[in-house]
């Protein structure tokens, strides 16, 4: 269990942050709660950028994030993730209007980034969970912000978070040497991609939807795999 340890500070922090933002619901002014929402929109594009700086290979990222969409797109992926979200609502919340918008954005962007994706290997591999906590703490003042705005639905993104972080700690603590340094930028840079439309979609610039792009990850680690079996390794 302790490979787990940072996924579930992670969780709980979220879930302080949330419930913090709920009780301070009515405390905090509309005015301000929408520019600490802005704040949070900018935050998150400059995340993004950062990290998709960090690819060493577009072309492999472009190419899975075509076919990704495609295969998500097909699937409807966002529609299937707050179809769950308003079933949620119905037996949790029937009473809370944005209980859907809150948990599907506040579970994209909690679920895609690099600090998700090396923190949760971190702790599988060297037992070290100081990314996942750290994560945690800024995922903790998000959601504050987050359940002020959105309401409880929040405060269940932690569920698909720890399914995410402890499956990625789990394949990469079986499947050690498969996670190579060009691998990580490359998940790393299709996750800035991805959270640079979260962004977008959190300053209502233009409506993303998100989950649709995620199965390009899966493409991401087969290409980059097959590129470092057939042509790096020559």
Not at 97 to 108: E, L, N, R
Not at 159 to 180: H, R, S, V
Not at 189 to 216: A, C, D, E, H, Q
Request: proline share 1%; aromatic share 12%.
């Amino acid at each position: 269990m302790m490979i787990y340890f940072g996924s579930i500070v992670n969780a709980g922090l979220i879930v302080i942050g949330a419930v913090l933002g709920l009780l301070l619901k009515k405390a905090i002014p509309e005015r301000l709660q929408e520019i600490l929402f802005q704040c949070c929109g900018l935050i998150t594009l400059f995340l993004g950028f950062s990290m998709a700086s960090e690819m060493k290979n577009m072309i492999i990222v472009v190419l899975s994030l075509m076919v990704g969409t495609i295969v998500g797109e097909y699937f409807s992926l966002e529609d299937k993730l707050e179809t769950f979200g308003n079933k949620l609502k119905s037996r949790l919340a029937n009473n809370e209007k944005s209980f859907t918008q809150g948990f599907v954005i506040a579970t994209m962007l909690y679920c895609i980034g690099s600090m998700s994706i090396i923190g949760a290997m971190d702790g599988a591999l060297r037992n070290n969970h100081s990314i996942l906590i750290t994560k945690g703490i800024l995922d903790g003042f998000m959601s504050i912000v987050f359940a002020s705005t959105y309401g409880i639905g929040v405060l269940f993104s932690i569920f698909p978070l720890l399914l995410y972080q402890c499956g990625i700690t789990t394949i990469a603590y079986f499947l050690e040497n498969f996670f190579t340094d060009f691998l990580i930028s490359q998940l790393t840079g299709l996750g800035g991609i991805l959270i640079l439309g979260l962004g977008i979609s959190l300053l209502k610039l233009k409506n993303i939807k998100v989950m649709n792009f995620t199965p390009s990850f899966i493409f991401v680690v087969l290409f980059s795999w097959c590129y470092e079996l057939l042509w790096m390794n020559r």
